[in-house]
């Protein structure tokens, strides 16, 4: 997939953080209970930390209890791309930024009691949140 913001390796590497990198670039995972939004409550917007696209609204997010970040659907259907994911011996469906192809976690048909039945699991470190009195 072509995405509107493309950048070299060197470029991703020098613009976020080493954390930020291992998750949004190389598909990784923080650590669960870990993450600065996780307890986030506050209205606002949840944007992708590598080019700022808008993700997901405050009020789509849930207390999932599994460690990380989780809301029931994303801005707009095209706001995020998902991807079949086979790694670590299960199949899973990896949760993209539809802006840039960076990494942001994964989405699961186990969100029981939500409008879509869904579960974004987001890493904290692929978002950036701006306060609704400042978005």
Known sequence: MTYRVTKTDEQWRAELSPQQYAVLRQAGTERAWTGELLDESRAGLYTCAACGSELFRSGTK?????????????????????IEDRSHGMVRTEVRCANCGSHLGHVFPDGFGTPTGDRYCMNSLSLSFAPEDQA
């Open 62 to 82: 849930f207390d999932s209890h599994c460690g990380w970040p989780s809301f029931y659907e994303s801005v707009r259907p095209d706001a995020v791309e998902l």
